[in-house]
């Protein structure tokens, strides 16, 4: 499938016209800006488009210049009630493909300047009745606004330019007419001066003549006198100006940023101009990237002389870092943060509460799926928000099992907690989070780290050669067994199924936190990423091993914990037991892996769960734990140094709360809504393949999958049997390939870089590329929860190429 985007050509300079109301004027401005364009750039090849239009074809729209108009449709309707005449369907994407050719059939050869003229105002309805502000947003044009002359139309042009903006276009001037009773471009020039906006005022036209001839000869005079006037000239000026920084600017990024920029998880040595994208903007599913490739290196010479695009499509293959949930540019998200920006900006939330925060509160524990959870602590993002669980946890465990830490005392620093977890963990970088993990790449050099913990190695889940395997560690068959093969992924969820096996685990289990117990050492709190461990290196866990590991921790008796004398636990059912069990779901929840808890994947409820990621579909940093009752209530006394004494100044501030709430009600809708049912419904399984299931879920089972992906089953079957590729899985929105490395796996290797690279350079017959994150021999992609199947299909056509 072609992707629009956002147009830049170096020798092409577009500018679109847009209404703040109806009956503004636009063609009227826009035939007098495409002569005076004429006068201005007697060497240009100036052009007018239309992309839709509606009525009758007219006089005006012969403007004396090459002019086009892509779908007429001859009633004087809005274009949505006059495309029901059509005799099919038009939809957006159809539109802006055509506009984009015809745009860039323009663009070789000598210079030229486009204007693109709209119809009606800003929110009029496109064909498909979604507003031209959203419509062609894909393609991001420098605009002019022509605003309104009329009594009104100060509110409704700065109406009209809100609304444009609050969806980043780039609006550089605003043209009208001068009207004397109103005076409205004397305020207007003002209001837009203050924001950087060019504001002229035109001759109005005159009152339309008694007859035909007389109007043509009248109009055709104005038009000869108006184009003079020196405004004309000031638009142009700017727009030539605006097209000239624009690529200024993209083409310096990549060196601007190599001087000042430190960037996170990069080596720098390494770093240099030509390996940093400049992002221009992004929508949907896609950057809009700036190619710093010589044509020679990334395309053919013909091929990129006869295009020259400055900007290329980039599938956002990380899903921007794992947050994106409704697509880049999503113009509801962005209403929703300027509305509480408006309502709120930013309030303390020391003792106060404002509905945005409580609102989410109550949203995050009515849905989690967790009756055990009560409380929710805001934080800022992921690591924090595991900072904060990692202390709820441990205060908890200390307070019953009668732990001192000993520092008011001034007796050292008292008894030492550790944690229990999974190798490959890793929960942030604030200092507590970082000892929560064992030694590696991330934290292996950092001066005060020291780990805190004791990690289990644990049996895997991938694909191999169209099968799914449950692989033991290395070195460890003797204690798990041999690899176990499936038939689907469901069986693999199936733990009820697989009890042999779980008693294999918790047999090890058990032994091995006896061994520890024996050695003295204290343990305050079981952390875990529930099913996958993404910067781990996207490691599928065994859901039955992590389910044990859980149950086994709650079952022990009290005295492996090390208690000093009497405890005070009296645990409900709904308290914590053991251990307080904290599952880290900052990547793996809100539905990245296809429900709203990744917890229910492993059929058991921690005591602290934290969200972040998706929380706000991509917008803003936001980060939630939630807290049972009894780990709450370890906090009180009438001590404050007894409270939980962590916060930030951002604390639940109100824009990322009422986004998140957005967010989230918009998935769940989508959820309900069987908006990921044809997904679910390409994971089925077929009747024949159902003999490992319960026969309760059969039925369920050949209808839609429980377990699935927005990666299609094909697809990722065919990638299994690659010679390079050591094993693969996809859940969810998430796929992740191993390339195979004679060295050795790890966040060393270099296996992935080539795949990545290749990706992102893309072919002579691809219109976009992707754009990839690699951890180690793992190359990820991820899409948003709202990437259509069409859009995967020609990613995975993509990838697939690649990789043979």
Not at 542 to 556: A, G, I, M, N, S
Not at 761 to 786: E, F, K, Q
């Amino acid at each position: 499938m072609r992707q629009v985007g956002s147009v830049l050509w170096p020798k092409l300079r577009t500018l679109q016209i847009y209404g703040a109301n109806t009956g503004v004027g636009k063609t009227v401005v826009s035939t007098l800006l495409l002569k005076r364009l004429k006068k201005h750039l007697p060497d240009y090849d100036v052009r007018y488009v239309k992309p839709v239009s509606t009525g009758p074809l007219t006089e005006a729209d012969n403007r004396g210049v090459l002019s086009k108009t892509l779908y007429q449709f001859d009633e004087p309707l809005s274009p949505h009630i006059a495309a029901r005449t059509a005799k099919e369907p038009i939809d957006d994407q159809s539109i802006l493909l055509r506009l984009d050719e015809e745009l860039s059939s323009y663009a070789s050869g000598k210079d030229g300047f486009v204007v693109v003229e709209t119809a009606g105002g800003v929110l009029s309805p496109a064909p498909s009745g979604n507003t031209q502000a959203d419509f062609y947003r894909p393609l991001r044009l420098p605009v002019s606004l022509v605003g309104d002359h009329k009594l009104g139309g100060i509110a409704t042009t700065i109406s009209a330019w809100e609304s444009l903006h609050v969806r980043g276009y780039d609006v550089g001037s605003v043209m009208l007419f001068e009207e004397s009773r109103y005076d409205n471009h004397t305020y207007l020039k003002d209001y837009f001066a203050d924001r950087g906006i060019l504001t002229v005022s035109l001759p109005p036209p005159p009152a339309p003549a008694t007859s035909l001839s007389d109007d043509e000869k009248q109009m055709s005079q104005y038009y000869a006198d108006a184009c003079t006037v020196p405004a004309l000239e000031r638009v142009i000026t700017q727009a030539l100006e605006a097209h000239t920084t624009r690529l200024t600017q993209l083409q310096s990024l990549p060196a601007r940023a190599e001087k000042t920029i430190w960037h996170p998880f990069m080596q720098h040595t390494e770093r240099t101009e030509r390996n940093i994208l400049a992002i221009d903007s992004a929508y949907g599913d896609y950057f809009q990237t700036y190619q710093s490739l010589p044509p020679s290196e990334s395309q053919t010479r013909q091929r990129f002389e006869r295009e020259s695009h400055v900007l290329k499509p980039a599938f956002d293959g990380s899903a921007s870092w794992w947050t994106q949930g409704l697509g880049h540019g999503n113009p509801k998200l962005a209403l929703t943060a300027a509305h509480a920006a408006g309502r709120y900006g930013h309030v303390m939330f020391g003792g106060a509460a404002h509905e945005p925060a409580v609102g989410l509160a109550e949203m995050l524990l009515r849905n989690v799926g967790n009756p055990r959870l009560s409380r929710v602590f805001y934080t800022d993002n992921g690591s924090t928000g595991m900072e904060v669980a990692v202390k709820m946890a441990l205060k908890a465990a200390s307070k019953r099992y009668g732990w001192d830490a000993g520092m008011e005392r001034g007796e050292g620093r008292g008894d030492q907690v550790r944690i229990l977890g999974l190798k490959g963990s890793y929960h942030g970088d604030t200092m507590g989070t970082m000892d929560c993990s064992e030694p590696s790449v991330y934290n292996r050099k950092v001066e005060w780290y020291k780990g805190k913990g004791h990690w289990f190695d644990f049996p895997l889940v991938k694909m191999k050669e169209g099968k799914w395997l449950v692989e033991p560690p290395q070195g460890m068959e003797d204690v798990f067994g041999p690899p176990q093969e499936f038939e689907n992924l469901d069986q693999v969820f199936e733990l009820p199924d697989r009890g042999a096996v779980a008693e294999k685990y918790e047999r090890y289990l058990k032994n091995e936190l006896e061994r520890l117990a024996a050695q003295g050492i204290k343990f305050g709190a079981l952390i875990m990423e529930p099913v996958i461990l993404g910067a781990g290196g996207m490691l599928f866990a065994d859901p039955l091993f992590q389910h044990t590991l859980v149950k086994v921790v709650r079952e022990h008796a009290p005295s492996l914990y090390q208690t000093q004398g009497p405890t005070t636990e009296q645990p409900d059912e709904l308290s914590w037991r053991g251990i307080p069990v904290v599952f880290d779901e900052v990547f793996t929840g809100l539905y990245r892996l296809g429900r709203f808890s990744s917890s229910s994947f492993l059929q058991t409820a921690p005591d602290i769960s934290v969200h972040a990621k998706l929380l706000t579909g991509g917008l803003l940093p936001l980060c939630t734990t939630l807290a049972s009752e009894s780990i709450f209530d370890a906090f009180l006394s009438n001590d404050k140094t007894d409270a939980l004494l962590h916060g930030h100044s951002y604390t639940a501030h109100a824009v990322g709360c009422d986004i998140a709430k957005f967010s989230l009600q918009t998935m769940m809708e989508m959820d309900r809504g069987g908006k990921w049912n044809g997904f679910k419904k390409q994971w089925a399984i077929p009747t024949t393949g159902i003999s490992g299931l319960r026969g309760k879920r059969a039925t369920v089972a050949t209808a839609l999958a429980e377990n699935w992906s927005m990666w299609s089953k094909d697809f990722v079957t065919e990638i299994s049997y690659e010679e390079k590729v050591e094993s693969l899985f996809a859940l969810g929105s998430v796929l992740a390939i191993s390339m195979k490395d004679p060295a050795g796996s790890g966040y060393t290797s270099t296996a992935a870089t080539g795949l990545r690279d290749q990706l992102l350079a893309g072919t002579d017959v691809a219109d976009s590329v992707i754009h990839s994150r690699v951890l180690g021999n793992v190359l990820y992609l991820m899409a948003s929860m709202t990437t259509t199947r069409e859009t995967l299909e020609s990613i995975e056509e993509v990838v697939k190429a690649a990789i043979k």
